[in-house]
């Protein structure tokens, strides 16, 4: 009896290939489905195809993922609002996890940041390229978009009552309710279940927002966006704030650091401490491309994390197959 071939089991730069392609096709699948004012009877069932497709890639390869959604997120401009949508999506689903929020919570709460702004797509997609303040017209749309995106996903027929609440409440959630007297303020677990899903989407929404780019400004370097997003109402890390900790560490997968020894190296994985990711240095000392990238551990004293490079890295294009498959191999 002949043997039985076998496939050849994929190499590390395979799934590193395979991972960069999905994510491109989940962006374009986003683009597609965040139109404004869709006609599609099938919208509902693409949305959820597309937001179960995003769990799965994050289940699957968390850190690969956060490298090339948040990598994106602070260097491009193109297609502003899909991308968000997908970070926003991706991170709020990691917080929810550490949480330990139920997971039909966590379901309901991946499709409202999918869909949140859906009302204002075009608009969010145009403002990015503008060097001026929104017209009136445009601030209005912004505020009113929350009620709007609702009105437009009942009418899709969205029939879960807490995805359409979390995205009618996310551009203003409740602040959970203040205590009498010199008290600490009430836990957020006080708060109904879409309040405490809307307040936790806001704070991922600011967050990825301020790592975004405008025509008219730079983003913010991933981890100052994400510090300032970790502190509550009383200007200390809360629950939101340790859940994006664990979530994406103090240095967020995709985002660029200076090291102890001069090189500026770029985030491939959260590693065992929160400070310690694994990196590839890209740039020496002297700012010159590294011929390759260089794993470094950040663990070791010649090799620790000085903080965030506050150079401008935009020139520098990364191979994120190459990056990817350095890291498997870590």
Partial sequence: MPAQETSP???ATDEAAALVASVQELHRFAILLLADAPDDP??????RALAQRLDALRLQSPDGLFYLLIHGAARTLER???HHALVCTAVVAECAMHLGWPEPEQRSLALAALSMNLSITALQDELVYRERTPTL??????DRHSARSTEMLSALGVADALWLAVVGQHHAPPAPPAADGDEPPASPGSLDPAARLARLLQ??????????PRKARKGLPPMQAMREAC???QGTADDIGVALTRALGIYPPGSFVQLVNGETAVVL?????ASQPLVASVLGADRQPLAAPLLRRT?????????????????LRLDHVQLLTLAASS
Wanted: glycine fraction near 8%; aromatic fraction near 6%.
């Fill in 137 to 142: 017209d445009q601030r209005m749309a912004i």
């Fill in 299 to 315: 663990a070791d004293p010649g090799e620790q994390v000085k903080g965030p490079s506050r150079n401008d890295e935009s020139r």
């Fill in 203 to 212: 704070r991922i929404d600011v967050f990825t927002a301020r790592m975004s």
């Fill in 80 to 82: 502003y609002s899909s």
């Fill in 42 to 47: 099938l919208w509902v069932d693409r949305l």
């Fill in 269 to 273: 994985k959260r590693g065992s401490r």
């Fill in 231 to 233: 502190l509550g109402s």
């Fill in 9 to 11: 089991a994929p190499s």
